[in-house]
């Protein structure tokens, strides 16, 4: 382990103790200081939700934003700096639920940033209600007669919009998750980590032993085979493999915008002449 | 003046109604004349009725007028639906299958079959407009060049094709006169024309905004689609969001990294952008919104016009923070709105909303002096070097005036944390009563200087014994009526609002003490500015002039609806 403690703030953390949010930041940390990104040219945005809290425990730049909004504030961030190095902190209920909509649209854009999803399945923040990855028949104080929708498969949904780097990680696998999210930050374009945790206060189902027993991590040597990724991210809940189910070739959104300027557009320096050249060319006066 | 005249293209959706509409807009303000246009279109692609209304006149026009001088009518419904406005002067140039006879304005002239003798039925509105240019009594030298002016980009052959259309539309009607022949007379122009879209659209590439984002919504997609263009030529990305929510995070996302961004919509794609009109409340990030108001509720007439959405605006979010509205009611006062609302958001780090409508950024008003670029952007950012410690920058720290100093993330060693949480003045997120109320008192205490920026109203005759006031773009129809029912001798003056909100209270009790009644002009159904007056100054206004049918308010809707309150 690399020594992280330029990461660390002094802002008090309130988690449950034993929630799974401590692995993954544990292992953000490490993967940070492993890919050598300075607190100062790092951007971490968030939604809303236990997860969502997580830049507050990060020394980095910080947007905590609205319940399900990261994904397309963090695109607006990038278009205005493309040399923004961005994590997507968000949570089942935040990106697979409340962000839906942005989440598919996100990897149609293949916008570069990396995305962490806290997968506890179970809203824990609002105490206990299903989230869009319970299992069926899951009981909760909401859902007293069980979860009667399927859950969503985050990874399979990306694979089928055509994600580039899709993993699965765990919270209590923190040296493999840090690779997952070493390999994921190198990526250009749209990378996503769905990362199991478990809710010590509210999922009573898929507990870390429950985890422990079944989570398997993989190697994957074909990391281009869409099939062979879909088949992973599908696999059986007896078996769950973890690792890098796909990290494809991608072309990154700021890359497919036609004449965006090299500098990022935040440095670009106002420029009377271009300006006028604009409003000179549809005013005839 | 001497010269005041309308002429109406009517059809249907697909026959190229606008096109006739800008052709001849573009002639008459080439022969000098002031001109004002009104598209006037159903939510569809083809079929139904259109029409464009274009004003010509001698002085300054910038409101549709009530009764038409020249209708040309594609079509026999075009005719059956405005037979009523047309003056006792006026001809109608109407292809229909069977000549009306039952009227003596109505001359037939087979626009379509005349183009098909020509080569396609497709330019049947280039004989139409060759024609109505031709009893206005325009040389075919000035249809010449318009049409050159029109189609000179286009692949080779639409020009040649047009212009033969326009021959034969021209001697189609070779021996009619109307009474009045503008055309026949030219001068140089007295400006050039322009929709009320491209003024914000130019304003906002004035302001340096560097991302907008949008979702396709009538009546603000035009805005969006003229930046659009200009891609590529300046350091600017529009890009279309998967929904208005989407594009409104996304220019936060954009303000908070660092640039100026904007989103364009209606009232309904505004509803959605609410939440996060709210975040860019509480994150103090700086946005500029144009909301091109239709009417409503849900989806409405969604190509029409409204005032409606006021007290939307000004109150929409949950709980209290200070944001700017304007609402412009001229080309110029767009343009230079637009800039003032992202100056202003971003010296105040609040949202600025800019409320116009469908009448305004649809139609074409005449532009008489040219809009000129900002010698230098103000940014209203710090940087590193301009604070003591860097390293323990606060975002939100506590100020006099409530503004704290804004750094950007990623840009130095000051780290920029935001929450939309409540939050203390590092960002971090808190619950304790004294940060709580530290951030509301911060950010209520912008307000008294947000006041002093907002523009006092313009006002005509403002000692008359009764003032019509409006808001946004009733301007020019409302001066209009003031000046008609003057004529008639009625002691009436009018007052104008642009800067809404904050609303400036303290001056308008003192511009409206001496006034004995006020009428509220207003396209919406409860009139909701005379409500915004009433809360913030007490005053109340006597009566209202109300109209929500989703067309624009003619100055004589407005002359008419007085002179009835004066004969009650």
């Known amino acids: 382990m690399t020594d992280t403690k330029k990461y660390d703030t002094n802002f008090k953390n309130q988690w449950c103790p034993g929630c799974g949010n401590f692995g993954i930041l544990a292992a953000m940390k490490d993967a940070l200081a492993a890919r050598e990104i300075p607190p100062e040219n790092l951007l971490i945005v968030s939604g809303i939700g236990q997860a969502a809290k997580t830049p507050h425990f990060i020394q980095c730049n910080m947007f905590h934003s609205l319940h399900g909004r990261a994904l397309p504030l963090a695109l607006g961030a ?10 997507v902190n968000s949570g089942d209920g935040d990106c697979y639920g409340e962000g839906g909509n ?56 990306a694979l089928t919009l055509g994600a580039g780097f899709v993993a699965r990680g765990f919270s209590g696998c923190q040296e493999h998750l840090s690779r997952l999210i070493q390999a994921a930050l190198s990526h250009k374009g749209f990378s996503m980590i769905d990362i199991l945790q478990p809710c010590v206060s509210f999922n009573k189902i898929n507990t870390h032993d429950w985890y422990k027993e079944r989570v398997k991590e993989m190697d994957n040597p074909n990391l281009n085979d869409v099939k062979k990724a879909m088949e992973l991210a599908t696999a059986d809940s007896d078996r769950i493999p973890i690792g890098i189910f796909l990290a494809g070739e991608s072309h990154d959104f700021i890359s497919r915008i036609p004449d965006f300027k090299t500098r990022p557009l935040v440095s ?6 271009s300006t006028t050249a604009v409003l000179e060319s549809v005013q005839s006066l | 003046m001497t010269i005041d005249m309308t002429i109406k293209i009517g059809g249907a959706a697909g026959q190229g109604i606008q096109t006739v509409g800008t052709l001849l807009t573009q002639a008459c303000c080439n022969a000098g004349y002031h001109v004002m246009g009104v598209n006037d279109f159903e939510s569809r692609i083809r079929g139904g009725h259109s029409f464009f209304q274009l004003r010509i006149s001698d002085v300054p026009v910038n409101a549709p007028s009530h009764q038409v001088d020249l209708l040309i009518a594609l079509n026999e419904e075009s005719w059956h639906r405005h037979q009523n406005q047309l003056k006792d002067t006026a001809m109608a140039l109407i292809d229909s299958g069977e000549p009306i006879e039952s009227d003596d304005r109505a001359v037939n002239v087979r626009f379509a079959k005349i183009a098909g003798q020509t080569g396609s039925k497709l330019y049947a509105n280039t004989v139409a407009a060759a024609a109505g240019l031709s009893v206005l009594g325009a040389s075919f030298d000035l249809i010449e060049s318009i049409l050159t002016l029109q189609f000179k980009d286009k692949k080779q052959g639409v020009l040649e094709k047009n212009m033969s259309a326009a021959r034969q539309g021209v001697e189609a009607v070779e021996k009619m006169h109307l009474e009045t022949r503008p055309l026949s007379k030219t001068s140089a122009p007295k400006g050039q024309v322009m929709a009320g879209a491209m003024a914000f659209s130019l304003g906002a590439v004035a302001s340096d905004c560097r991302v907008a984002a949008f979702y396709p919504m009538s009546p603000a997609t035009g805005i969006m689609g003229n930046l659009t263009a200009w891609t590529g030529q300046i350091p600017l990305v529009v890009e279309q969001a998967e929904d208005e929510i989407a594009a409104v995070n996304m220019t936060i996302g954009a303000a908070f990294a660092g640039v100026r961004a904007m989103t364009a919509t209606s009232g309904g794609g505004f509803c959605l952008m609410t939440e996060g009109l709210g975040l860019a409340g509480m994150t103090e990030t700086p946005i500029v919104i144009i909301n091109a108001q239709r009417p409503g509720p849900a989806t409405g007439l969604p190509t029409r016009t409204a005032q409606g959405d006021l007290e939307f605006v000004v109150h929409a979010s949950q709980d209290d923070f200070p944001r700017f509205v304007f609402a412009p009611g001229t080309l110029d006062q767009a343009f230079e709105l637009t800039k003032k609302a992202f100056k202003l958001s971003e010296q105040f780090q609040v949202p600025a909303i800019i409320l116009a409508d469908q009448y305004l950024v649809d139609s074409l ?21 301009d604070l003591d410690e860097p390293g323990s920058y606060h975002r939100y720290q506590v100020t006099p005036s409530g503004v704290s100093p804004r750094a950007l993330p990623c840009q130095g060693e000051a780290l920029v944390l935001v929450s939309s949480d409540e939050h203390r003045e590092d960002g971090h997120i808190s619950e304790e009563i004294d940060h709580r109320n530290a951030m509301v008192d911060k950010r209520r205490a912008k307000l008294p200087d947000m006041l002093k920026q907002m523009a006092e109203p313009t006002e005509e005759f403002p000692d008359a014994d009764t003032l019509l006031v409006g808001w946004g773009s009733t301007a020019g129809a409302l001066t209009e009526a003031v000046h008609t029912l003057r004529q008639q001798d009625m002691n009436v003056g009018c007052m104008l609002f642009t800067d809404l909100w904050p609303f400036p209270a303290e001056t308008v009790l003192k511009r409206f003490n001496q006034t004995k009644r006020i009428i509220a002009v207003e396209q919406n159904s409860t009139s909701q500015f005379a409500r915004l007056l009433r809360v913030e100054t007490g005053m109340a206004c006597a009566d209202s002039i109300l109209k929500y049918d989703g067309r624009p308010f003619t100055p004589n809707d407005i002359v008419q609806a007085v002179q009835q309150m004066e004969n009650r």
Not at chain 1, 107 to 121: A, E, Y
Not at chain 1, 138 to 147: A, D, F, I, Y
Request: hydrophobic share 35%; proline share 8%.
């Open chain 1, 102 to 157: 942005h989440f598919i649209h996100a990897i149609r854009r293949n916008t570069d940033l990396t995305l962490l999803v806290h997968n506890n399945q179970v809203y824990g923040l609002t105490k206990g209600q299903a989230s869009p990855t319970s299992s069926m028949g899951m009981t909760t104080p909401l859902q007293p007669r069980g979860v009667i929708s399927t859950p969503i498969n985050g990874p399979a949904l």
């Open chain 1, 78 to 87: 990038k278009l205005a700096n493309r040399d923004l190095n961005i994590i």
């Open chain 2, 365 to 385: 008003f005449l532009l008489e002096s040219k809009f000129e670029p900002e010698n230098e952007i103000n940014r209203f950012i710090v940087t590193d070097s």
């Open chain 1, 268 to 273: 670009i320096p106002y420029d009377k002449q």
